[in-house]
């Protein structure tokens, strides 16, 4: 009985060992160089898993390691995963065999996260299709102007918010992130849903929307952990059946469509929110039952408070930096305020520096580092330096952006933030694929306009009527942490004060 066991568990270790063998030679045997730092069992991903370094570290780290490289490949533990580093393979992957290439790496679990499942982020085919069809049109340019009505709204509000800070003291130091969420989310409240977002009260409410994406986005070692798990195994999650958006969350949101479809019964008057406008899709023939409109509400709310938040963190730290490009935007936003009278939707879209100090901000801190996909259809990838892969259907594809928008290769000075790069003139000379914030060709965000209409709106009410400095009680340099492939920065504060 004894030599029975000791025979079946040497036979498991040589087929373990056999099937390790095989795992983590892949690229090896399809000639593809690999990143140094395989472990066993675990690939390229043991520091991750013990949250001593992100994913986005790993990349930047093998993306700088391996500059003559068109490509290398890692091992998402045993996943194999092709890291792309040439700007016309990265075209090739978002544009020219997009159908090779059309899901991303992330997924969802349908019998799990129903709030998510018409994201178009975790879907492809006919469902990514209809959801899309949907996003693009309640973000149409005349539907957009709509809702402006609403962000101007909150514009108001965000600056007696501050304004009431300021007669407590003569400098508001507050977190960046704290700050900016308060805005993203009473911008989802109000044009998104229709809703009061309690953002701007004096004392935080756990039912405020700024307060509500803490459940959601969360930041404890643990959470970061379960997340992490879920990122790098997708599949695991069938069996696991752990919810990314907690119960509480997703009953709030089927309530506030509830409650909303309700109000609608009773009222006459027109409204301006999205929930509106994607109910208006029925007159087109569309049918959008409560689920899809909770599911539609939450896409909104995930994508609108976050992302934003984070990316003009970035952008208000670069502001109280730098006070020269400060001094340059408030001008423009005054000049652009004194043409329209207000604060105006056009007033905005002629901000065109401010559109570069976002851009440049955007290149030096991206929200989210790297877009990974996930390969559906074999497709051949050739790179300039002779490295050619077969990619084979499920292999992962990692587009390393924030490493390609630090690369001296294709930025001179990258450590210098400088939105002269994006003027007019020098931003013809940019290689586009080297600048992908929103991603590009069919899969690109949707939510890019409304994104920049609101992130332009609340800088332009900071620097036309405060001076943004930084914080002393910010500890350079700032740290960072990675959920759900977004960056956010940590300790990053700043001093408000009246002009």
Same mark, same amino acid.
């Given at each position: 009985m004894f030599s029975i066991l000791l025979t079946f568990i040497a036979g498991a270790l040589i087929l373990l060992i056999f099937y390790l063998l095989v795992r983590f030679t892949y690229w090896k045997r399809n000639g593809i160089p690999t990143a140094r730092g395989c472990y066993p069992f675990f690939g390229h991903m043991l520091p991750v898993l013990t949250l001593n370094t992100s994913m986005s570290d790993v990349?930047?780290?093998?993306?700088?390691?391996?500059?003559?490289?068109? =490509?290398?490949?890692?091992?998402?533990? #045993?996943?194999?995963?092709?890291?792309?580093?040439?700007?016309?393979?990265? +075209?090739?992957?978002?544009?020219?065999? @997009?159908?090779?290439?059309?899901?991303?790496?992330? /997924?969802?679990?349908?019998?799990?996260?129903?709030?998510?499942?018409?994201?178009? $982020? $975790? *879907? !492809?085919? /006919?469902?990514?299709?209809?959801?899309?069809?949907?996003? #693009?049109?309640?973000?149409?340019?005349? +539907?957009? +102007? *709509?809702?402006?009505?609403?962000?101007?709204?909150?514009?108001k509000k965000f600056q007696r918010f501050i304004d009431r800070q300021l007669e407590k003291d003569n400098k508001y130091d507050v977190e960046f992130k704290y700050l900016f969420t308060k805005f993203t989310g009473e911008? @989802?409240?109000?044009?998104?849903l229709g809703i009061e977002g309690r953002c701007f009260e004096d004392e935080d409410h756990p039912t405020a929307f700024d307060q509500i994406g803490r459940a959601v986005f969360k930041t404890s070692l643990f959470d970061r952990f379960v997340i992490l798990v879920l990122t790098?195994?997708?599949?695991?999650?069938?069996? =696991?059946?752990?919810?990314?958006?907690?119960?509480?969350?997703?009953?709030? $949101?089927?309530?506030? @469509? !509830?409650e909303y479809l309700s109000m609608k019964e009773k009222e006459s008057t027109p409204r301006f929110d999205f929930l509106h406008l994607m109910m208006e899709l029925e007159k087109t023939g569309e049918k959008v039952d409560k689920n899809a409109l909770a599911s539609h509400a939450f896409t909104f709310y995930a994508d609108g408070l976050e992302t934003s938040s984070i990316t003009l963190s970035y952008v208000g730290y670069q502001l109280a930096v730098h006070q020269?490009?400060?001094?340059?935007?408030?001008?423009?936003?005054?000049?652009?305020? /004194?043409?329209?009278?207000?604060?105006?939707?056009?007033?905005?879209?002629? =901000?065109k520096y401010m559109e570069q100090v976002i851009n440049e901000s955007q290149r030096c801190y991206p929200a989210a580092d790297m877009l990974q996909k996930s390969c559906t259809k074999e497709c051949v990838l050739e790179g300039p330096d002779g490295l050619s892969c077969r990619v084979k259907p499920d292999t992962h594809i990692i587009l390393p952006l924030g490493s390609l928008q630090s690369d001296s290769k294709y930025w001179p000075d990258p450590q210098t933030f400088d939105p002269e790069r994006f003027n007019p003139e020098r931003k013809q000379t940019i290689e586009k694929m080297a600048f992908l914030p929103f991603g590009d060709g069919p899969r690109m965000c949707v939510g890019m306009r409304l994104a920049m209409l609101q992130m332009k709106a609340c800088l332009a009410t900071l620097v036309n009527n405060y001076k943004l400095e930084l914080s002393p009680k910010t500890k350079l340099p700032f740290k960072t942490i990675t959920v759900f492939e977004l960056i956010l920065p940590v300790g990053l504060r700043v001093q408000i004060s009246k002009l």
């Open positions: 990349v930047r780290k093998v993306y700088d390691d391996y500059q003559n490289c068109s =490509m290398v490949g890692i091992y998402k533990v #045993t996943q194999p995963a092709l890291i792309i580093r040439d700007p016309n393979l990265i +075209r090739s992957v978002l544009i020219s065999n @997009v159908s090779s290439f059309h899901k991303n790496a992330m /997924e969802s679990n349908p019998n799990v996260d129903s709030l998510i499942n018409n994201h178009p $982020f $975790f *879907n !492809d085919g /006919e469902v990514w299709l209809t959801g899309r069809k949907h996003l #693009t049109y309640a973000f149409s340019g005349s +539907r957009l +102007r *709509n809702l402006f009505i609403a962000i101007s709204g909150v514009c911008v @989802v409240a109000n044009a998104g790098l195994f997708p599949k695991l999650n069938r069996l =696991m059946k752990i919810d990314v958006v907690p119960k509480d969350v997703d009953q709030l $949101f089927r309530g506030i @469509v !509830d020269d490009v400060q001094k340059k935007l408030r001008d423009e936003v005054k000049s652009m305020i /004194e043409k329209h009278g207000e604060l105006t939707y056009d007033a905005l879209a002629e =901000m």
